[in-house]
């Protein structure tokens, strides 16, 4: 079974700029969720989508935003970037939301 | 809310040796999930272990095994006959069974280096 896949791995955007990013799970799993990673406030969770359904959020402003597709596959989207939004993005599915399998991650940096 | 605390960013460990990592946790909550991830320098989180809370048998998963202190909310990592491959940084994580979705809660980790 193909595991998650994040596109694109690497992205340099500029302050002000938009961008969005793409998850695909695993085949059957329907939750997906977004945490972002940086050195100074570790992992944080963003949301999560179930059957195309946001089913958490975490404390992030509303720059970041998200939605699922009917077959799973998840977007993440963030508006007017500022340097600290420079982080490795990290996406995880799950069938449940209960053991969740990450994906390799897209490392955003914003100049 | 709930917290994880991982109180050692970093540990060492020799070869075939047996470290262990701790995690504990604070939640008013009495049924949850608790999880241990490995994140090699390649970035890509792996899930090394699970708990249920309801479950008093310590989870096993063959040289990775966790010590769970439901009252004392406490969740270590065992890591026996250490390998150069488990060098990399270690998260603990919790999950409410209550709140129906995949919301983790991380430690801040701890990196293990493994020295041959």
């Known amino acids: 079974k193909a595991g998650v896949t994040q596109t694109p791995r690497y992205l340099i955007k500029t302050r002000g700029q938009q961008v969005t990013l793409s998850c695909s799970p695993i085949s059957g799993h329907r939750s997906v969720s977004w945490y972002q990673q940086t050195p100074g406030q570790g992992l944080q969770f963003l949301f999560e989508?179930?059957?195309?359904?946001?089913?958490n959020k975490g404390n992030f402003p509303g720059r970041f935003s998200g939605r699922q597709f009917s077959n799973s596959r998840s977007e993440m989207n963030v508006s007017t970037l500022e340097l600290g939004d420079s982080a490795l993005y990290l996406c995880?599915?799950?069938?449940?939301?209960?053991?969740?399998?990450f994906g390799p991650g897209t490392r955003l940096t914003v100049l | 809310a709930q917290t994880v605390t991982q109180s050692q960013p970093e540990m060492s460990v020799q070869e075939a040796e047996t470290v262990t990592l701790s995690c504990t946790y604070d939640?008013?909550?009495?049924?949850?999930?608790l999880f241990w991830y490995k994140q090699p320098p390649s970035r890509q989180m792996i899930l090394v272990i699970r708990?249920?809370?309801?479950?008093?048998q310590n989870a096993t998963e063959n040289r990775f095994s966790v010590n769970f202190q439901k009252a004392a909310k406490s969740f270590s990592l065992k890591i026996s006959d250490s390998q150069l491959g488990d060098a990399a940084m270690y998260f603990c994580a919790y999950r409410s069974a209550y709140n129906q979705g995949g919301k983790l809660i991380f430690g801040q980790g701890t990196e293990l280096s493994v020295k041959p």
């Open positions: 989508y179930f059957s195309e359904t946001q089913r």
């Open positions: 995880a599915s799950s069938l449940m939301g209960y053991e969740q399998f």
């Open positions: 939640t008013s909550e009495s049924d949850y999930y």
């Open positions: 708990q249920e809370a309801y479950k008093q």
